[in-house]
T-cell receptor, first 115, second 112 residues
């Protein structure tokens, strides 16, 4: 079974600063995806960024980037130039390749951007 | 392109009743998954349907069931509701094996 751990229940940062959210996971599988999802107060779960385990290059999406360390089973999210709209719960999630659409989520990090 | 649509957005039910929630996936997506989100247990996988067949099931009692129709729309049903079933129920649709899941806005179920 896979597990995902987010050890930071809450974080806050000043607007325009950079913040890094941590995530570790445990699996015996070699082929999988990792995700960061954002859930604002509207409750809509929004995909922020995705990483395929076989890719060594870290994924980036505009102000969002990840630091994927496969051997250490670590997958952190960096948000640069943080904006008020980034205030949300952030969930790290894991999905196996092929034949399994099941997402395993961490417990989430509540991020607050301070004006 | 329309996103994932869940109806209703809010529900209040009495303990012992049953409830049916609906999810319409993104056009072309044939996989639909359901999740329960509670403050205590977090996000937990309920089940996944693909081409009208349940492919994966989480660790929930048999009171939780689902189905998928030929147009990929899915319903989940909870019978004999308990207070602990109060939760946000999220539906996600995906192109199977594409490694992406897109969520609806959820149905907030309150059992009183």
């Amino acid at each position: 079974a896979q597990t995902v751990t987010q050890s930071q229940p809450e974080m806050s940062v000043q607007e325009a600063e950079t913040v890094t959210l941590s995530c570790t996971y445990d699996t015996s599988e070699n082929n999988y995806y990792l995700f960061w999802y954002k859930q604002p107060p509207s409750r809509q779960m929004i995909l922020v960024i995705r990483q395929e385990a076989y890719k060594q290059q870290n994924a980036t999406e505009n102000r969002f980037s990840v630091n994927f360390q496969k051997a250490a089973k670590s997958f952190s999210l960096k948000i640069s130039d943080s904006q008020l709209g980034d205030t949300a719960m952030y969930f790290c999630a894991f999905m196996l390749y092929f034949g399994n659409e099941k997402l395993t989520f961490g417990t989430g990090t509540r991020l607050t951007i301070i004006p | 392109k329309a996103g994932v649509t869940q109806t209703p957005r809010y529900l209040i039910k009495t303990r012992g009743q049953q409830v049916t929630l609906s999810c319409s996936p993104i056009s072309g997506h044939r996989s639909v998954s359901w999740y329960q989100q509670t403050p205590g247990q977090g996000l937990q996988f309920l089940f996944e349907y693909f081409s009208e067949t349940q492919r994966n099931k989480g660790n929930f009692p048999g009171r939780f069931s689902g189905r998928q129709f030929s147009n990929s729309r899915s319903e989940m049903n909870v019978s004999t509701l308990e207070l602990g079933d109060s939760a946000l129920y999220l539906c996600a649709s995906s192109l199977r094996d594409a490694g992406e899941a897109f969520f609806g806005q959820g149905t907030r179920l309150t059992v009183v």
